[in-house]
């Protein structure tokens, strides 16, 4: 039996560290509250993506960071107001080019 995959992953920093605690620049800026909203979102579009969160992604100037893969987007500080402007160019297979790491 095969497992279905969804077509985006959205990974959004934590700052989860070894001991599974939560802490750094991303857990201080608000990531914690950014899973939950990332998931209520992408239920009620329809979206076909699932969320993970992880720890640190080795950028700190950068975050709270959102990476959308396959596509391997970066969306560096990001908080709800641009995640709301990820998932609506998501919806139609796109990256917010505005929004995206330029490095």
């Not at 998931?39 to 076909?48: A, C, K, P, S, V």
């Not at 990256?95 to 995206?100: G, I, N, S």
């Amino acid at each position: 039996m095969a497992v279905k995959k969804s077509r985006f992953h959205l990974l959004i920093c934590n700052s989860y560290r070894t001991n599974g605690e939560a802490k750094g620049v991303c857990h201080r800026r608000g990531s914690a509250d950014l899973p939950q909203y990332l998931e209520e979102e992408i239920i009620d579009r329809g979206l076909d993506a699932m969320v993970s969160t992880t720890s640190c992604f080795k950028v700190c100037d950068k975050g709270p960071l959102l990476v959308v893969y396959p596509e391997g987007w970066w969306y560096p500080q990001v908080d709800e107001e641009k995640i709301d402007q990820i998932l609506d160019a998501l919806e139609d297979e796109q990256p917010v080019e505005e929004l995206l790491s330029v490095e």
